[in-house]
C-alpha cells in the first residue's frame, strides 16, 4: 500500500525514494499555492529524484473558470506530469480527449455506488488508472466494491474531513482594508479562521478561504493509521496523507507510522496532532440512522388526534393555528392539547374561535386558519391535537 502526500517546498524530496507527489497549482486545485512557474519546478525536480508526479485538477467549475483553467493548463510541462488526478466532469471529459496521460478520477464527493463508478471506467476504457473513493465507504462496503473492480483504488489515511464549499467569499466580509491586503479571488488569497455553531455548543471549525471559495472542516480529522492492515487486507492500494495541514513534526509520526505501524506509533500521532482523530465511517456508515433525527421528535404528528400546527403567537393575546387535518372540525369548548418543540405539555380549551377576517366562528375544518384565545408557555411550531382530559 503505497503512501502519496502533497507536493511544497517543504517536502524534502531527497528524504524518499520512489515517492508519489501530488502537485496543486493554485489555478487548478481546491487547495493548491503553486504559481506556474513553482508547479513546473517542483515536478521537474521530483522526476529528477525518480519520483511519481501527479497534477492536481480538483477544482469545480463553470463556463468561464473552464476556458481559464484550460488556458493554464496548456502551459504546464507535461512531461513531468505521470498523470492527471481529476474531479469535475468537463475537466474529465477535456483531458480524455486532449491528452494521453492516465486519469487519476477522484469520486470523494459523488459517485458512492457500483454503478456510477462502472460507467466512468467504462467510458474512461484504459485511461482511468486509479480511482479516489470517499471516505464514506465503510470497511463492510469496500470489502463488497473492491473485487468488483477493474482498477486500483485510493483512500484518503489521515487528514481533514470537508463539511461545506461554497464558492463565495464569506470570511472577507467585514475584514478592513488594512486587515486584508488581497484582492478577493487573487493568486494569493489566503484567509484562515475557526468557527462556531450558533444553534448547538459545536465549535472548531477550521474556515478557510482562497481564490476559488469558501471551506469548513469537521473540528476532528479522518485517521485510519491504526487500521493499516485491514485497508491492505481490503484492498486498497494507495494511501494518501494530507500533509498540507500538518506540522513537520506531526508528518513525521505518520510516516514512521506507515512504515512501520505499531500501536505506540498511533499514539505518538495521536498526541502531536492538534485536532482529535476519528475514523468516520470506517466501521459503520449509519448515515440513514440520522435521518429520523433530522425532525424535531416532539412535534412529530400522531394522526389518530392531530389537528394541525401552531404558525404565531400574540401573547395574552391570540394562538394562530393552520390546520392540517381535514377529517377533524375545531369548534367552541373543544380542549386542545399543545406540545412545543421544547417537550413542554399544555391545554387549551376555545372560549372563542375567529378567521382571518376577524369574525367569530362556532366551527372551522379543513385547512382553515384560525385563531383561538390565548395560553402562555406555547411556542410556534407547537403541535395542536384533540385532549380527552
Same mark, same amino acid.
Request: proline letters at 3%; hydrophobic letters at 35%; one cysteine or more.
Given at each position: 500500500?503505497?503512501?502519496?502526500?502533497?507536493?511544497?517546498?517543504?517536502?524534502?524530496?531527497? *528524504?524518499?525514494?520512489?515517492?508519489?507527489?501530488?502537485?496543486?497549482?493554485?489555478?487548478?486545485?481546491?487547495?493548491?499555492?503553486?504559481?506556474?512557474?513553482?508547479?513546473?519546478?517542483?515536478?521537474?525536480?521530483?522526476?529528477?529524484?525518480?519520483?511519481?508526479?501527479?497534477?492536481?485538477?480538483?477544482?469545480?467549475?463553470?463556463?468561464?473558470?473552464?476556458?481559464?483553467?484550460?488556458?493554464?493548463?496548456?502551459?504546464?510541462?507535461?512531461?513531468?506530469?505521470?498523470?492527471?488526478?481529476?474531479?469535475?466532469?468537463?475537466?474529465?471529459?477535456?483531458?480524455?480527449?486532449?491528452?494521453?496521460?492516465?486519469?487519476?478520477?477522484?469520486?470523494? !464527493?459523488?459517485?458512492?455506488?457500483?454503478?456510477?463508478?462502472?460507467?466512468?471506467?467504462?467510458?474512461?476504457?484504459?485511461?482511468?488508472?486509479?480511482?479516489?473513493?470517499?471516505?464514506?465507504?465503510? +470497511?463492510?462496503?469496500?470489502?463488497?466494491?473492491?473485487? %468488483?473492480?477493474?482498477?486500483?483504488?485510493?483512500?484518503?489515511?489521515?487528514?481533514?474531513?470537508?463539511?461545506?464549499?461554497?464558492?463565495?467569499?464569506?470570511?472577507?466580509?467585514?475584514?478592513?482594508?488594512?486587515?486584508?491586503?488581497?484582492?478577493?479571488?487573487?493568486?494569493?488569497?489566503?484567509?484562515?479562521?475557526?468557527?462556531?455553531?450558533?444553534?448547538?455548543?459545536?465549535?472548531?471549525?477550521?474556515?478557510?478561504?482562497?481564490?476559488?471559495?469558501?471551506?469548513?472542516?469537521?473540528?476532528?480529522?479522518?485517521?485510519?493509521?491504526?487500521?493499516? +492492515?485491514?485497508?491492505?487486507?481490503?484492498?486498497?492500494?494507495?494511501?494518501?496523507?494530507?500533509?498540507?495541514?500538518?506540522?513537520?513534526?506531526?508528518?513525521?509520526?505518520?510516516?514512521?507510522?506507515? +512504515?512501520?505501524?505499531?500501536?505506540?506509533?498511533?499514539?505518538?500521532?495521536?498526541?502531536?496532532?492538534?485536532?482529535?482523530?476519528? %475514523?468516520?465511517?470506517?466501521? !459503520?456508515?449509519?448515515?440513514?440512522?440520522?435521518?429520523?433525527?433530522? +425532525?424535531?421528535?416532539?412535534?412529530?404528528?400522531?394522526?389518530?388526534?392531530?389537528?394541525?400546527?401552531?404558525?404565531?403567537?400574540? *401573547?395574552?393575546?391570540?394562538?394562530?393555528?393552520?390546520?392540517?387535518?381535514?377529517?377533524?372540525?375545531?369548534?367552541?369548548?373543544?380542549?386542545?392539547?399543545?406540545?412545543?418543540?421544547?417537550?413542554?405539555?399544555?391545554?387549551?380549551?376555545?372560549?372563542?374561535?375567529?378567521?382571518?377576517?376577524?369574525?367569530?366562528?362556532?366551527?372551522?375544518?379543513?385547512?382553515?386558519?384560525?385563531?383561538?384565545?390565548?395560553?402562555?408557555?406555547?411556542?410556534?411550531?407547537?403541535?395542536?391535537?384533540?385532549?380527552?382530559?
Amino acid at each position: 500500500m503505497s503512501p502519496i502526500l502533497y507536493l511544497s517546498d517543504s517536502v524534502d524530496l531527497k *528524504k524518499f525514494t520512489n515517492g508519489e507527489f501530488i502537485i496543486e497549482p493554485s489555478a487548478l486545485s481546491r487547495f493548491g499555492k503553486l504559481d506556474l512557474k513553482k508547479t513546473n519546478l517542483l515536478s521537474k525536480e521530483a522526476k529528477e529524484n525518480g519520483h511519481k508526479v501527479y497534477l492536481e485538477w480538483d477544482i469545480l467549475m463553470v463556463e468561464k473558470d473552464f476556458i481559464k483553467s484550460v488556458e493554464f493548463f496548456k502551459q504546464i510541462d507535461l512531461k513531468n506530469i505521470d498523470a492527471i488526478r481529476v474531479q469535475d466532469p468537463g475537466a474529465i471529459n477535456w483531458c480524455l480527449e486532449n491528452t494521453t496521460h492516465d486519469l487519476h478520477l477522484n469520486l470523494e !464527493t459523488g459517485n458512492h455506488n457500483y454503478l456510477g463508478i462502472k460507467s466512468w471506467l467504462e467510458k474512461g476504457k484504459s485511461r482511468i488508472s486509479r480511482i479516489v473513493l470517499s471516505i464514506e465507504w465503510s +470497511k463492510s462496503q469496500l470489502e463488497e466494491l473492491l473485487p %468488483r473492480l477493474s482498477c486500483p483504488v485510493e483512500f484518503l489515511g489521515m487528514g481533514r474531513i470537508l463539511l461545506f464549499y461554497t464558492p463565495r467569499y464569506l470570511l472577507n466580509v467585514g475584514l478592513s482594508n488594512r486587515e486584508s491586503t488581497l484582492e478577493v479571488g487573487d493568486t494569493g488569497h489566503w484567509l484562515e479562521a475557526a468557527g462556531q455553531s450558533e444553534e448547538s455548543p459545536h465549535k472548531g471549525f477550521p474556515l478557510l478561504e482562497n481564490r476559488h471559495g469558501t471551506f469548513m472542516f469537521l473540528p476532528s480529522d479522518h485517521c485510519l493509521l491504526d487500521y493499516l +492492515k485491514d485497508l491492505k487486507e481490503v484492498g486498497i492500494s494507495y494511501l494518501r496523507l494530507d500533509n498540507r495541514f500538518m506540522s513537520k513534526e506531526l508528518l513525521e509520526s505518520v510516516l514512521e507510522q506507515v +512504515k512501520a505501524p505499531s500501536i505506540e506509533g498511533f499514539q505518538r500521532v495521536k498526541e502531536i496532532s492538534e485536532a482529535r482523530l476519528i %475514523r468516520g465511517f470506517y466501521n !459503520t456508515n449509519k448515515s440513514d440512522v440520522l435521518f429520523k433525527k433530522l +425532525k424535531n421528535h416532539r412535534i412529530q404528528r400522531r394522526d389518530e388526534n392531530y389537528l394541525g400546527q401552531i404558525l404565531d403567537v400574540n *401573547k395574552k393575546n391570540y394562538l394562530a393555528i393552520k390546520l392540517k387535518n381535514p377529517k377533524k372540525t375545531l369548534s367552541l369548548g373543544d380542549n386542545l392539547c399543545l406540545q412545543t418543540p421544547d417537550g413542554k405539555t399544555k391545554y387549551l380549551t376555545v372560549n372563542w374561535l375567529k378567521d382571518c377576517a376577524g369574525n367569530d366562528k362556532d366551527q372551522a375544518s379543513g385547512e382553515d386558519l384560525v385563531f383561538v384565545n390565548h395560553v402562555g408557555g406555547v411556542s410556534v411550531r407547537a403541535s395542536v391535537y384533540f385532549s380527552h382530559e
